[in-house]
């Protein structure tokens, strides 16, 4: 017979069949959420962002690194009834002296309502697990500021290229566990963990359960698995004294195929002053641009565009049009870019005016 654990909450249900307690036993999240034909992931500008564009891949986050402290938190799960001493002895067997396990499950169990079993459970769990975001939405209002400070950039990929890039980037050494959309709920409900033969149903739910707040995202999330991902403990809330598990370097990186990037877009401030020496000419129609300061993950992001993505590139701009009432609306809008290298940390922008609105 085989053993399966279930869970319902909000429309979504998780479900895992244990067939060998391996990786191989797959979450399965049933849904009714349209999957977007297209994925947009929007960067700020930093060195790591950079690199990540450059060398393609998508970082996978551990959950202590997500811009939400509820989001795939620990105090997501707790315990209705006193766990199982066995349940104890086989996560620290190999760590504690029979004493020192007696003596954590007499007090976890009677004070502390077995916080310290689900904390440990939760970090080897995120030590196998990263969560990599995107959006299905080409266009928010608040996408830009949040997440860029409208000085960043965004890139488009084709959903189902994208996913099959994943999963043979993983093949080696890992797995990538599924794409799942967020299910947004007005009820952040903790999970009982106590019914669960091991702990997948419990991680899935609370890596995809968000507050309804955050529904203008529409945020779909990359479950990505490779062993030994390491856990940032030093970025926790009130953990001063503990230090990082680092892990196996670079296993937090997904790869992907370099040409499934469909378009990149800069945000309406990225040409700025304070970054660029900046000059128009006579027609307003081109500007050359140099870096100040001899910024170098700039130069390396615009030189990678100039020989991968020259006729990809777009600008995130905005726009005087009439709306159905007749009446002046200003609306955000994509307008083509054509970019070359002119010399060493110099380059050419052309405007097309080649514009979309972005509703």
């Excluded at 296993?251 to 877009?265: C, F, G, Q, T």
Aim: charged letters at 30%; proline letters at 4%.
């Amino acid at each position: 017979m085989i053993e399966k654990d279930f869970y319902e909450h909000n429309g979504f249900k998780y479900e895992v069949e244990y067939k060998t307690y391996t990786e191989k036993d797959k979450i399965k999240v049933d849904h009714n959420i349209v999957y977007p034909k297209k994925l947009f992931k929007y960067y700020s500008i930093s060195e790591y962002s950079i690199d990540s564009f450059i060398n393609s891949y998508l970082y996978a986050s551990h959950p202590i690194e997500l811009n939400d402290v509820l989001d795939c938190s620990p105090f997501l799960w707790y315990t209705e009834h006193p766990l199982d001493y066995k349940l104890y002895e086989s996560l620290y067997q190999d760590s504690l002296s029979q004493k020192d396990l007696k003596e954590l499950y007499d007090n976890d169990i009677k004070r502390d309502r077995c916080n310290t079993y689900i904390g440990t459970y939760w970090e080897i769990l995120s030590n196998m697990y990263g969560i990599i975001s995107m959006t299905g939405k080409e266009s928010h209002p608040l996408m830009w500021p949040h997440y860029t400070k409208e000085k960043g950039f965004k890139i488009k990929f084709d959903l189902e290229k994208l996913q099959n890039s994943l999963k043979k980037g993983a093949e080696l050494d890992g797995s990538l566990m599924g794409l799942f959309p967020m299910n947004y709920s007005n009820e952040l409900k903790p999970i009982d963990i106590s019914p669960y033969l091991q702990m997948l149903v419990p991680f899935f739910y609370s890596a995809t359960i968000k507050d309804i707040e955050w529904q203008y995202e529409d945020e779909w999330r990359f479950i990505y698995s490779k062993p030994q991902m390491g856990v940032p403990n030093r970025k926790m809330g009130l953990t001063n004294n503990r230090v990082d598990y680092p892990g196996i370097p670079g296993n937090r990186k997904a790869k992907y195929d370099s040409n499934l990037v469909e378009e990149i877009m800069f945000g309406f401030d990225f040409f700025n002053g304070e970054d660029f020496f900046i000059k128009w000419n006579k027609a307003h129609t081109k500007f050359s641009i140099s870096p100040k300061k001899n910024k170098k993950e700039i130069i390396m992001l615009l030189d990678y565009i100039c020989d991968n993505l020259s006729n990809k590139l777009f600008y995130s701009g905005v726009k005087y049009e009439f709306n159905d009432d007749k009446k002046l609306q200003l609306y955000r809008t994509k307008e083509k870019l054509k970019i070359k290298k002119i010399s060493i940390q110099k380059y050419e922008l052309e405007r097309t005016n080649v514009f979309e609105i972005l509703n």
